[in-house]
């Protein structure tokens, strides 16, 4: 990836983001530049746009012995042969216009089913698709819409997988630059699983769907469909997880303009909505950044919902009294408050196996993490937060993240909140008020981070365990742990980093004396 530079004249407002060949070797097809721009400009020029025809891809089936012909093996492939020529054929015969770019509707449908074998090359020619569809990239649609999914809601128990539903999957599918979204987002997986930023597939179906907006911006600069928004979304929410955050920024400023231009976030289907906010949400994590958009919540049922009122209100009490004495932000008390009733029902579902509803638990999900990271923004101008409510927050988002094990996803990880926190926590005078809740986000930091990072985070734990003769991280970190607990999170992580606190303090007396 070359550049990205963003122009803001006085009315039209235009990103150009330019990809090149030069890491994808010389076998490389051709990529041209491609040029979101989020404002139509005022000649009213359109870009020809030129459809590619449909070629059927055929397996040769020819057995050189007339024996093999009665072999089963053989005769269920040629049988497979047949059925994929049939619905190639019907594939190939249809009308053109049946495979527009800008579709005229943007209400999701439920009318089109999953195909069965999605995953297997024989699903390709058993679904209409807006491209032609060979194996390689009916396999990254396989990587998107179940093991990147698998990433989104790991570890829990829901009633469904909504990126597994007719309604998304046709939302998918159907629409060009929509699928190039999703099958940039199942290349991006693939691409961090390898420990990489770029592959060939990244740039390409990136490029792609780039070029595709772009001609639906210039035909019109005010009908943004559901399908540009999910496109652009994707774009944002791969350069967030690769750790290009000035792309993210640039994506997510033209998301949100495009919101604004229809005015009506709070009524989107509830996937696209939760699309959207994972895009914002995930990026400012990985950089500790302010959000985009502004979050109304779609519904006001919540996942914790299944919990008892009595656990609720013993909750909401304990949270409020070690809070209270440590002098964090009301706000921020009633969001941590949240998170605990969140945590809370997340072990009720590992336990009980009850089953989650995957929209309710995105809605709590991005709620807490959208109310942690704008927090600063609900202060008065002349009121700066204090570092307290700094650590408390950065360390509430890193908790949440680990629950979920979103970081090992992320090229980016928790290096920037784990610097923000380490920052926070040594402008904190130690008092034993606060030590509990000192303890457990020291103890969060220690976990997360490496080399010098860790070291500063034992160092400090080392400090809190002397000064009040902690026997284990349990009683360190006292209320705020049970309330919130580590080992639930961390494993048995949480011993090994006490004994290297335990060992460490032992190796210094010893010196000492």
């Known amino acids: 990836m070359e550049s990205t530079h963003i122009l803001v004249p006085n009315e039209p407002m235009i990103m150009v983001q330019r990809m090149g060949p030069s890491e994808l070797g010389s076998t490389s097809a051709s990529f041209q530049p491609a040029v979101i721009q989020y404002m ?52 190939w015969y249809r009308p053109t216009n049946k495979l527009k ?14 195909p069965s074998l999605l995953g297997n090359a024989s699903a390709v020619s058993t679904y209409c698709y807006p491209l032609d569809m060979r194996p390689e990239k009916h396999a990254l649609l396989e990587q998107y819409l179940t093991h990147a999914t698998n990433r989104m809601y790991s570890g829990c128990h829901f009633r469904s997988s909504p990126f597994r539903s007719p309604t998304w999957f046709h939302f998918a599918v159907t629409d060009a630059a929509m699928l190039h979204g999703v099958l940039y987002a199942g290349a991006v997986y693939l691409a961090l699983l390898q420990g990489r930023r770029e592959t060939r597939d990244t740039i390409y179906h990136q490029n792609e769907a780039i070029s595709i907006v772009q001609k639906r911006l210039i035909l019109s600069s005010s009908n943004f469909d559901d399908s540009m928004l999910g ?45 959207l906010l994972r895009a914002d949400v995930t990026g400012a994590i ?3 950044a302010m959000p985009y958009l502004d979050f109304e919540r779609y519904t006001y049922q919540s996942i914790w919902s299944i919990l008892p009122t009595v656990t609720l209100q013993a909750i909401r009490e304990d949270m409020m009294d070690l809070l209270i004495v440590s002098e964090i932000h009301p706000s921020i008390i009633s969001t941590m408050t949240n998170l605990a009733y969140f945590s809370r ?5 590992k336990t009980k196996r009850v089953c989650f509803d995957p929209i309710t638990f995105s809605e709590d999900l991005y709620w807490i993490e959208h109310d942690l990271l704008s927090f600063p923004r609900t202060l008065p101008l002349n009121d700066s937060e204090t570092n307290i409510d700094k650590a408390l927050r950065f360390g509430a988002l890193l908790y949440t993240k680990t629950t979920l094990q979103e970081f090992p996803n992320s090229m980016t990880g928790p290096t920037i909140l784990l610097a923000r926190l380490q920052e926070s926590l040594s402008e904190i005078s130690i008092s034993k008020s606060i030590t509990p809740l000192i303890g457990w986000l020291s103890l969060i930091g220690s976990m997360l981070s490496r080399g010098e990072g860790k070291e500063w985070f034992v160092a400090h734990l080392r400090v809190l365990r002397d000064a009040n003769r902690a026997t284990s991280f349990d009683e360190l970190a006292g209320g705020m742990n049970r309330l919130l607990c580590l080992r639930n999170v ?8 006490w004994l290297n606190v335990v060992d460490n303090a032992g190796s210094r007396c010893s010196h000492e004396r």
Request: aromatic fraction near 6%; glycine fraction near 6%; charged fraction near 25%.
């Open 40 to 91: 139509a400009p005022s000649n009213g020029k359109t870009p020809k746009i030129t459809k590619r025809p449909f070629t059927p891809q055929f397996q040769f089936i020819d057995s050189s012995e007339p024996a093999r012909s009665k072999d089963p093996a053989i005769r269920k492939l040629i049988r497979r042969h047949v059925r994929h020529e049939n619905h190639a054929r019907s594939r």
């Open 101 to 114: 770019e800008n579709p005229s509707s943007n209400v999701l449908s439920t009318t089109l089913a999953v």
């Open 231 to 275: 496109t652009v979304s994707c774009l944002a929410l791969g350069e967030a997880v690769l750790g290009n955050q000035h792309h993210w920024h640039l994506h997510m400023r033209g998301l949100n303009q495009i919101i604004r231009t229809r005015g009506d976030l709070p009524f989107f289907d509830p996937l696209l909505r939760a699309k």
């Open 286 to 288: 990985d950089y500790g």
């Open 345 to 349: 029902s997340i072990q009720e579902n």
């Open 490 to 497: 961390f494993g048995n992580v949480c011993e090994a980093v």
